[in-house]
């Protein structure tokens, strides 16, 4: 059983940066990949960002490559993703994922990128 609780989510101005955490309950988290996905209104939930149970791995949608870094602390057992340059099209909820049997998610953050 995994638990993960997001925050850091936010109202922010097209161009600014935000940094979404991630924290995780579970024994075995570090053994665990972890992504961040994300959905606006009246679309489906679609994959940011992913990252290997080590760190040393890590994946990015096309729209967000170059922009926003995922990264993790086995230690601390939480997950981040830090987002630069955000664009009004980065407006959603954004939700942490636990890449165990079944999969487990986080409630979600909401993100909004407006001026």
């Known amino acids: 059983q995994v638990h993960l609780v997001e925050s850091g989510g936010g109202l922010v101005q097209p161009g600014g940066s935000l940094r979404l955490s991630c924290a995780a309950s579970?024994?075995?988290?570090?053994?665990?990949?972890m992504g961040w996905f994300r959905q606006a209104p009246g679309k489906e939930r679609e994959f940011v960002a992913a990252?290997?149970?080590?760190?040393?791995?890590?994946y990015y949608a096309d729209s967000v490559k170059g922009r926003f870094t995922i990264s993790r602390d086995n230690a601390k057992n939480t997950v981040a993703l830090q987002m630069t340059s955000l664009k009004p099209g980065d407006t959603a909820v954004y939700y942490c994922?636990?890449?165990?049997?079944?999969?487990?998610w986080g409630q979600g953050t909401q993100v909004t990128v407006s001026s």
């Open positions: 994922k636990c890449y165990a049997s079944g999969g487990y």
């Open positions: 579970g024994r075995a988290f570090s053994t665990y990949a």
């Open positions: 990252i290997s149970w080590s760190g040393s791995r890590t």
